[in-house]
Each structure stands twice: as structure tokens, then as C-alpha cells.
T-cell receptor
Framework: DAKTTQPPSMDCAEGRAANLPCNHS???????VYWYRQIHSQGPQYIIH???NNETNEMASLIITEDRKSSTLILPHATLRDTAVYYC????????????FGKGTSLLVTP | DAGVIQSPRHEVTEMGQEVTLRCKPI?????LFWYRQTMMRGLELLIY????????DSGMPEDRFSAKMPNASFSTLKIQPSEPRDSAVYFC?????????????FGQGTRLTVV
């Protein structure tokens, strides 16, 4: 699986958009970009994933650059409950995949 | 569905004792994963199963660790004998099918303390 690079920490004011970057310059054509988050003391939670196109769901938007070497997770209106560690993961497309978590970005949403 | 269920939620044991962690995956899921989380090492994949068969156990730290999945609705992670450095939060996760476009659902974890 390709490695990812994320900033260790970020701050965001409540109500503003949180933009979390991820570099995955060695991503292969058959690898997807996944985002998970982990709120303190809980198990990781799936947010969104994508291959080439931008994706949006009820939680977030995922913007993938055209060369697929980086992506941005966008939380459009951050709330205090979005304070968590966010993990960007790229994964090969093989049966029985496993997620390999890095260190992630610790996002702090402030009032 | 109640989600992935892990038991116990907390376990305190003495060094040298056997510890068994349990996991019930979401019904219908056929992939199951065991992870360990510590402050120093973050989230580490220990082992995962597809259709009850262990696929990759390269993350299991030592022979003291063993995992089984006797059927599609139950898995155990056993540590024998336990050591203080095994203290961590152990997560179990399951996903609906092997392959693409599947998200993993995590349990609430078991916090293990070995004294």
C-alpha cells in the first residue's frame, strides 16, 4: 500500500470549514483513498472514500487532485464533535483488504 | 444491527495470566480484523480473516498471541502469558465483503491492562 503524509495537528473554528490535506505521491492506479476518524476512546469511524473523482456524502467531501498524488477532506461546517484524529489511508484493491493506519491528523475544533 | 460487539470492555490482569478477548462481527460480514492501539505505536493491524480463514497474521507480535475464528459470528484473540507491554486498547472490526468499496466497522474496543 502507498504511504500517506498528513500534518500532525490542525485547528479549526466551530462553524468554519475544516480542510485536512493528505499526500500520497506513490499511489497506484488501483488504489483508493479512504478517510477514517477516531474520536477519543472510540473505535475508528469510516467517513468517505474515492478513486479519481471528487466524492461527497452527508459527513464530508473528498477532493482528489487530477494526478491523484494528494487529496483533501473537507468538513464543511465543523462542530465541536468533529474534534478527532483523522486518518488518510490508501489501499490496494485486493480481496480481503486490511486498513493500515498511519499517525493521522489531530483536528481540534474550537468554540 | 448492534454493530461489532467486543467483550470485555475493560480487562485488568496480572502478568503471566491468560487473557481472551472476544468479538462478534456484524451479521453477514465476512472479513474480520484485530487491531491494537497504543500511544507509542498507534493503530496496528494484528491479524485479519476472510470467511473465517486467517489471511495475514504478520502483525501478531509474538507466539504468545493467537487468534481464532471458529465461525462467522465469533472470534477470539488470546494472549498467553500476558505481559505488561501488552497493555493497550484492542479493536475488532468487520466489513461486508472482501474486496473493493467496503468500509470497516469497528467495535468500541477492549482496554487491557496487565500489571
Amino acid at each position: 500500500d502507498a504511504k500517506t503524509t498528513q500534518p500532525p495537528s490542525m485547528d479549526c473554528a466551530e462553524g468554519r470549514a475544516a480542510n485536512l490535506p493528505c499526500n500520497h505521491s506513490t499511489i497506484s492506479g488501483n488504489e483508493y483513498v479512504y478517510w477514517y476518524r477516531q474520536i477519543h476512546s472510540q473505535g475508528p469511524q469510516y467517513i468517505i472514500h474515492g478513486l479519481k473523482n471528487n466524492e461527497t456524502n452527508e459527513m464530508a467531501s473528498l477532493i482528489i487532485t487530477e494526478d491523484r498524488k494528494s487529496s483533501t477532506l473537507i468538513l464543511p461546517h465543523a462542530t465541536l464533535r468533529d474534534t478527532a484524529v483523522y486518518y488518510c489511508i490508501v489501499r490496494v484493491t485486493s480481496p480481503g483488504y486490511a486498513l493500515n493506519f498511519g499517525k493521522g491528523t489531530s483536528l481540534l475544533v474550537t468554540p | 444491527d448492534a454493530g461489532v460487539i467486543q467483550s470485555p470492555r475493560h480487562e485488568v490482569t496480572e502478568m503471566g495470566q491468560e487473557v481472551t478477548l472476544r468479538c462478534k462481527p456484524i451479521s453477514g460480514h465476512n472479513s474480520l480484523f484485530w487491531y491494537r492501539q497504543t500511544m507509542m505505536r498507534g493503530l496496528e493491524l494484528l491479524i485479519y480473516f476472510n470467511n473465517n480463514v486467517p489471511i495475514d497474521d504478520s502483525g501478531m507480535p509474538e507466539d504468545r498471541f493467537s487468534a481464532k475464528m471458529p465461525n462467522a459470528s465469533f472470534s477470539t484473540l488470546k494472549i498467553q502469558p500476558s505481559e505488561p507491554r501488552d497493555s493497550a486498547v484492542y479493536f475488532c472490526a468487520s466489513s461486508p465483503r472482501a474486496g473493493l468499496n467496503t468500509e470497516a466497522f469497528f467495535g468500541q474496543g477492549t482496554r487491557l491492562t496487565v500489571v
